[in-house]
């Protein structure tokens, strides 16, 4: 079992930064790809960038250049900078075991709570 939980989110103004975490609790050792997505109003949930080991890192083109994902020991974060209006979104922490969780919600096992983000023009 994975226990995820977020933390980080609020309201900032366009160009400023926020930097979110999530906390990975696990019953037992095991690799697994970690995400985050993130979901606006009336939108699907999409991946905005993904890690795996050392160095497997992929992020979605909107927010290549802005957006770093980086993990310490058992906390994933997400340095968000230059942010935009279009970032508003509840982000969510994702793990599973698949490699499909880079590009898509199916290679999700578990699921954080979710923590919102939302930035002003």
């Known amino acids: 079992q994975v226990h995820l939980a977020e933390s980080g989110g609020g309201s900032v103004q366009a160009g400023g930064s926020l930097r979110l975490s999530c906390l990975v609790s696990a019953d037992s050792r095991r690799d697994l790809y970690l995400a985050w997505f993130r979901q606006a109003p009336g939108k699907e949930r999409e991946g905005v960038a993904a890690?795996?080991?050392?160095?497997i890192i992929r992020y979605t083109p909107s927010v290549k250049g802005r957006f770093t994902i980086s993990r310490e020991k058992n906390v994933l974060y997400l340095s968000m900078n230059a942010v935009l209006p279009e970032d508003t979104a509840m982000y969510y922490c994702a793990a599973g075991s698949s490699p499909l969780l880079q590009f898509s919600i199916r290679g999700a096992n578990y699921w954080g709570q979710g923590t919102q983000v939302t930035v002003s023009a």
């Open positions: 890690i795996y080991g050392p160095s």
